[in-house]
Each structure stands twice: as structure tokens, then as C-alpha cells.
């Protein structure tokens, strides 16, 4: 084909050519060259914390006359220690994203019609508090919840306990990692935390229970995971998918979804019989031991062999390879884990497997949070009062041991949409996307229709903000100060600094801000004795020995930890008898099974499978599916499905199918991935892409969210966190039902060569994946 | 002297595209190209032996670089240290080197209308930064050096058995060495072989080179003399000197 030359080509050779001089000017892409101009770009490196997920690694800016061009690592922060992954890389594009929502708006159609119009920030700001303020003169200031996240979510929750309401949630509970932090309590007095304070460098071996490590992205924890396997750690993958992690592993478990407390029980049964446990620890520092052995007795790897369809033997070897290096053995103590509504128990199985190797604060295992050296002044500001009515969510009593500080999302859908019990009449949305964090979408969507007022602050229009009554646009984190960061749990102590690297671009504002002008709106000015956040980061690190300038010029401070125990050193459990609690009395006296049993799961039925999902490395829950340097990476998720099922119901890589799961929601047209890595009863959707994202441009525009098939959930008594893991899809295509015309077990695993190790011989196991038999007629039904 | 190379640790990648970012933000890479690249493969083979590949990549910067040849104005040459560069200046946009590089390195930047690639970072190198998918790589599997000191950690990896990405059919002396114990580089090899290099034929010369030129040429004169005639008109004839 031939090149056309442009004019301004043109123009540029015409020079070299035409007259002969030489007028070349430098085009040199390189950042660091093209200061060479005449007048020298003013160029800024500006440190302070990412937050396009929830791990707050360090970053260095680099802005250029005004203009953020770069983002990377700091190598100052002990945590992500100068990398930054693709995501937080990719915060430049945030910034400039041309969808972000640009100034505050009120809305003027009808609720949903996508018409506001555009307004300043004090008449959004008065509009807004005069109708938060009717609710509450009508129903009570109980009646206005909150789901807010992030960051700056803090200071909406903060907002709304000053104001007096009990109703604020998060997802980062119910629908990520309450019930593991629950299930970690029982047991250890202390939940891992976030980093969790893993020691992944150092260990011999890492089991990952559902943990997709390389796909779920967190920097730190990536950075020692990617030692680890260079230290040769051998790597137990439990996962229905070949997943990344998997592709490291040395076994793979393909286990049955729903059936891994099964694993965990049958790996513990092992561990006792074979007298694999660490003894001492096991006799100083924990309770229970001979009651859990009776517990276990029953629950051989034959018996998990039928349920989870991991070969007996498989499950012997992997328990020999934790007796064999604990305690150097890291078991993953999960972090989404919302599967199953069973999932405290399933964590305390962890966290019981854990206990008994004797990892806790040992190399390769898990490690302590230390004290702090410093403490910061805290604001002169009266004491939140009492919310004079019970929160609706039942976080407390209800679900007794769920967190009152995140509260429960689902719980106060309902509670929205039944008006019981008693009235939510206003919703503030800070910082979520309710419609692709929260399950059953529609209800959420129904709740909205009982709201007397809806406000949304966010960064990018996402689903919940186009019903919005308000719109208030919050600064991106490259353009607001937050909280201080402090992290105690980590090999080195730290405390970080977000700050702003850039100008703002749009007439947004901080989530600080936005909570403190509302605030006094509210009649709260007591509790918002400033003007700007840096004040109060000053104020309180006044007396703390952290120098400020400092924190602003290195954007980190760190201090020494004390991640290990020395040799015999006991460790004090922050449980009610210091110790820790393998059979927990604490559950049997509200009414739970003290030590973890095993609850059958259902099986989809024919045609149908089992819908399961997780993250993508390059995008972040439902936070970055529009930002152009992550969308052309992976613009939208592929549906795993088994290579021998799909083949069997005539698919063809990339062909498009729908997917429509037991209640008959449909999803739009998805493409599939075949693949002998993914069990034949399950499918596998990634999670973060298009719900109804209308006010994005640069998206997919069709409905393929997991979130949107998740219509049905189920609730941890315990904790309250959802189950999500319980819906069955079937596919189809031409308006047909697809089914599988034959059966395939997978009760095998393989075992590979680990790097750097030499010898080993590639012990396949038995298994058996070979074509049944032909069903006569295909049959729908679940 | 140095001699430039980057070895790839496909058992430490984990896919995370932290290095593709990085680059694309170094050096403003325009959506959807790329100066460099992770590959996802959708995991393959015969259960319970799959295997889960990703391939990273980037220019080879070749010891006998089939774009250097290709390059019909001498913008693309090869460094002394071994780094093949585009000299943005002397860059028509022809695009035959983007053909004739075995690797898809290379692409034209649609608003600057010249063809840009991996130059390892060279502007941070030689100020003693590591390019900057290295020093992104969250797994460290990216490993810059030199291979001229037999003592540099990118030596002592390839004499460990990293294998550059050359076929019976084309090997031109690439630059880039893949380390891996899990079988996973001959996926990547068999999935993305080197492509047997596109030369620049005399007919492909004319269309995409000489026959612009001429135009540009005669364009230029008739500019230059649009000029010395402004100039002329402006200035009068006693400034213009022979």
C-alpha cells in the first residue's frame, strides 16, 4: 500500500531536501531527553500513594510544566519497593480520562433519564444537605445510609457517625474479606490485615486455597509470591482454573468449588495422624487440640476424596510437603472470599491448618504487626453520639460478629427496599459501584425507587451514578490529600503520605472536602475545625517525632518491625486466654459448630454450571475497565469454559455465547475461552467489565458482568458477608440452550517440575478426562 | 565496550502487563501500539499437563537486523553498545523495516508519522537507570545488562541456559534471552515464531520510498523557490546572496 506523506512530513524532508539545510528538530520521545528545548520544561517528581486498588503502594510522580506525564514505583516504600503494577502505572490515563465526571450536577428528568444540570459546587452542596436534612426531620437522621469505600470513604463514614446515623457500609466486608478477618479473629485473637503479613519470600511452601495470586495484583505481596518461587517454594494451587498461580505450581488441586473446607479438614485429619503437627506449639499456645483431633477423625483424605475429587493420595502428598517444610509453609488466608455464606468456618479451617504447623510469626509463615513508635495528635472535635436507633444491617446482633465499622452492603439494600425495619429514605454513595459490588443488582436498583434522595460522589460516572439525584465529582488520588497511611503489619513499619501530584483538572473537589462543607451544611461544624486536610496531617504529626517536610519530600517514613519471634520466644494471642482457639467456645455459645464442619454443596444440574469468577491483573474491580491504557490490554473478559464441554456443545474459541444463569437473567453476548484448565462444572467469568456503565464511552457497552448473573447469594450467619459463588449458568446460542453431550471427571491433579529443581520425573497422576458417552437428547433443566 | 541484552525469567512472569504500562507512559505510546508486549496464551494441552503461557517481548535488538538493512535513509542503525535506534529525524515512515523485522518490534506513530520501537531505554541507561519495564517488573523477571561483562547477572543467566527466540529458518543474532524451567518457552516459540525477515524489494523501494521522495523533492524545490520568491518580495532582491 502506498504511504501518503503528510504536510507536515512533508514539510520537514522538503527541508532537508528542497534546500539542503539541515532543520531537524528533535523529536526525541524519551521523557528525560525532551527536557532539551529551549525552554526547559519545569519538571516535578512528586511522591505519594496509589489507590487504583486497595494495597496504597508508593508512587513517585513526574509532572512536566503542570502536567502529569509519569507515574512509578517508590523505592523508598518497603512495601511495593519501587514497582508499580500495569494498573498504577496506568493512573496518568485516569487523570486525563475523558469520561471522568467533570463538575457537580443536579438532576433534572426523572430519575435515571441520564439529564442533570450543571451547577457549583455550593448550590449542589445546599441542595444536597437541605434534602439530606428532610429526610431526617421526617424519618430520623437513621433513615440516610452510606456505602462508601476507598480512601476517602473514611471521611463519609466518619460524616455520617458524627451526623448520627448507624447505616454506613462497605463492601471491603461482606463482599471481600469480612469473613475471613472474622474467621482469623476466632482463632487468633487478630485478623491478617491489609497487607497481609504474609511471608511469601521465605517459604518452602505456599498453598493457595482459591488465592489467584498473578492475577490479583497486589505488588508487595507479588513481589515476595515471584521470590518465593525463586527461592523454590513449592506452590499447592487449589483452584477450579488453571490459574496463573496454577502455571507455577508444583500440584494443581482442580477441586470441586464449594467443597475446599472438605480439603482443609482432610489435610488437618493427615497432618494429626501422622503426627505432622508442631507439637510444642500446639501445647503452649493453643486450646482445643484433642477436641479437634476427635473432630477430624472421621474427615481421611478418602473421605475428601469424594467430595472436593481430589485423590486421596494427592491429598497425603500435599500434607507431607506442609509437614515437611513447616514451618515454613504459607497458607494463604484468602481475601475475596465471599464464596460460599459458609465462609467464617471455612477461614477458621484455614486459619486451624495454619495453627497447627506452628507458622504463626515463624520465616515463610505469617508475621506480626508491630507497635508503632509514634502516636499522632488527634482533632480537638467532639465524640460521635450514640445512634439512638439499632443499625438496619444486623451487623452486631443479627450477624453477631459482624464488623460495625464496614457494616454489611446487602443488608442495607433490603432493608431499603423493605423500609424495615424502620425507614432509609436517603442513600450517599461514596466511592463504590454498588451495581458491580453488591449481589442481585436489581434489587439495589429497586431500593433506589424508595429513596427520597440518592447522591452519588465519584470519580468516573459508573452504573449507580446515573440515577443519581446529585452528582458531587471527587478528585482523582493524584489530586487529593487522604488520610495518613499507616501500616504496622509489614517486615518494615511505614507511614505514607497521599498527597496531590497534579493540579485538578476539573472543577472537582477532595472526599474530604466534600464531607467537611456537607458536614457544616449538617449542622456539624464542631467536628471540622479546618479549612485544609494538609492542616490536620501537620497537626497531627506535630508531636509525633514524624517530620512532615519530610513525609512530603520522601512520601514514606519507616520504621524498624519485628516481623518474626525469636527461637522460643511465645507469642501473647490477643484471645481471651492468649491463646489460640482451635476449637472455638466463643461460636458454640451463639450457636455454632465450635470446630469447622463441612457443608455439601449442590451440584448445578445438567446443562448447567457452576459460576465462578475473580480478577484480571490489569484492571481493578469496577474501577478501570474505561481507562485507555488499561482497556486495550484486556477490553473485555473471556468465559472459561472446559475445551472437551465446549467442544461437545459444538463452540469454537472466541464464538460468541450468552450466558444466562437459574433465576433466567442474561448477560449480552460474551466470548468464551476453551481450555482443558477449567473444571467441566464450573465457568469462569472475570470480574470488573460492563454492567450498564452508560455514562463511560470507552467500555464494552454490553452487559457481561459477573455481578449481573449473581442474582442469587447467600449469607454468612456468622459474619454476614455474602456468598457469591452460588449461581448456575447454562449458555446459550441462537436463542438454544446449550448442553454438554458428554461427562467429564476430573479427579486428577498434576504434579510438575518446580524450577531449579533438576531431577524430579513429571509424575502425572491418575485422571480421566476422556468422553463418556454421547447423550441421546439434550435436555434442559437444573 | 558494553554490549546491551534483557533476559526474560518466564518462571518469575506473572503476566501483570507492569511493563507494557510503564512503557507506554515513558514514551507516550499511542493506544493500541506498543514498543513492547506480554502475549497471553489461553492455557493449553492435554489435562492434567497444561500449561499457562504469557511471552513477553520486545525489540531483540539484533546483532544482524534485518531493519537496519531494511531502512532506506539510515534512521535505524545499531549502536555501538548493540542498541538498534531510530534517528526520528532521518525517519521517512516508510515502514519497511516494520516489515522486515522478525519480532512485530516496530510500529508507525500515527501523529508523528515516524516508526518507533524499543531503544531499551537508552536516555535512562546511560544515566545509570534501568529501563523502565525493568525497573516496573513487579516480578523482577526482567533482567537488563550487559553481556560483554562475563560477570553481569544477564551473563551469567544466559550461560544458566536462557535461549534467545531464533528458528531453524531465522536466527538474527537477537538480543533478548528467555529463562525457563516449565517447558514454557517452546509454546512461545511455536506461537510466535520469528518471522522469516520482509526485504524490501526494488518495487517496494519505488513505491514507498523513491516515488514519495521524488515527489517530496520537486515539492521541495518548488518550496524552496516559493521561499526565495517571498523572501524576494519581502526583503528585496539585495538581501538574497548567491
Partial sequence: MEKKISRRSFLKISGTVGTGAAVGLSTSTSKAKAAVRTEPKKIERIPSVCEQCFWRCGIIATVEDGKLVNIEGNPLHPNNRGKICARGNAGVALVYEKDRLKGPMIRVGERGSGKWREVSWNEALDYTAEKLLAVTKKYGVEANGLFAHGASGYFATDLYSFWGSPNSAAPSFAQCKGSRDVGYELTYGENMGSPERLDLANAKVITLIGSALGENIH??????????????????????????????????????????????????NEIINKKGYDETFV?????????????????????????????????????????????????????????????VQRARAVAILSAILGIWGQKGGYFLKSEFPASYNALDIPAAPTPKRQRVDGAGYRFPLASTEEGLTQELVKATLSQKPYPIKSWMVFGQNIFNSIPAKRDTRKAIDNLDFYVVVDVRPTEPTWYADVILPEDTYLERYDTLMTVTGWYKQYVSLRQPVVKRVHNTKPGWWIAKELGKRLGLSAYYPYNDYEDVIRYQLKDSGISFTKLKRDGVITFPAKPFLEPGESYQFKTSDKKVHLYSKELKDLGFDPIPVYEPVNDPGKGYFRLVYGLMPVHSHGKTESNPW?????????????????????????????????????????????????RPDAVYLPHGFGGNDRGLLDYTKRNISDNNLISKYTVDPISGGTGLRVNFVRLIKDEQPLSPTVEVSMTGVSAKKVSGVQQEEEQNKTFNIQPKKKASAIKEGC | MSKYAMVIDMDRCIACHACEVACRSHYDVPVPYYRNWVHDLRPEGVYPDIKKVSYAGLCNHCDDAPCVKACPTGATYKRKDGVVVVDKDLCIGCGLCIEACPYGARYIDPVKEKVDKCDFCIDR????????????????????????????????????????????????????????????????????????????????????????????????????????????????ESDIKE
Avoid at chain 1, 220 to 239: H, P, R, S, Y
Avoid at chain 1, 255 to 260: E, Q, S, V
Avoid at chain 2, 186 to 194: G, H, L, W
Fill in chain 1, 283 to 343: 501445647r503452649n499456645s493453643t486450646t482445643g487440640f484433642s477436641e479437634l483431633t476427635t473432630h477430624v477423625k472421621e474427615f481421611t483424605p478418602e473421605w475428601a476424596e469424594k467430595i472436593t475429587e481430589i485423590p486421596a493420595d494427592v491429598i497425603r502428598e500435599t500434607a507431607k510437603a506442609m509437614i515437611d517444610a513447616k514451618p515454613a509453609v504459607l497458607i494463604h488466608p484468602g481475601r475475596h472470599v465471599a464464596w460460599y455464606g459458609n465462609d
Fill in chain 1, 630 to 678: 488499561l482497556n486495550t490490554l484486556i477490553s473485555e473478559p473471556h468465559l472459561w469454559i472446559n475445551e472437551i464441554i465446549g467442544k461437545s456443545m459444538g463452540l469454537k474459541n472466541d464464538e460468541e455465547v450468552i450466558v444466562e444463569n437459574q433465576d433466567g437473567i442474561r448477560s449480552d453476548k460474551i466470548k468464551i475461552l476453551m481450555t482443558p484448565g477449567m
Fill in chain 1, 219 to 268: 505488588t508487595g505481596q507479588i513481589i515476595d509470591f515471584t521470590d518465593g518461587l525463586a527461592n523454590g517454594a513449592k506452590v499447592i494451587a487449589v483452584d477450579p482454573r488453571f490459574s496463573t498461580a496454577a502455571s507455577k505450581a508444583k500440584w494443581w488441586l482442580p477441586i470441586k468449588p464449594g467443597t475446599d473446607t472438605a480439603l482443609v479438614l482432610a489435610w488437618i
Fill in chain 2, 125 to 236: 541507561v546511560e544515566q545509570g537507570v534501568e529501563p523502565a519495564c525493568v525497573a516496573t517488573c513487579i516480578a523482577s523477571a526482567r533482567i537488563f545488562g550487559d553481556i560483554d561483562d562475563p560477570n553481569s547477572k544477564v551473563s551469567q543467566l544466559i550461560a544458566s541456559g536462557a535461549q534467545p527466540n531464533v528458528s531453524s529458518k531465522v536466527n538474527v543474532g537477537p538480543n533478548i534471552y528467555y529463562l525457563d524451567s516449565h517447558n514454557h518457552f517452546p509454546v512461545v516459540q511455536a506461537a510466535f515464531p520469528p518471522k522469516i525477515p520482509n526485504m524490501p524489494t526494488p518495487q517496494k523501494m519505488w513505491t514507498k520510498v523513491l516515488r514519495p521522495l521524488f515527489w517530496l523533492a520537486i515539492g521541495g524545490s518548488f518550496l524552496g523557490q516559493l521561499a526565495a520568491f517571498s523572501t524576494q518580495l519581502f526583503k528585496g
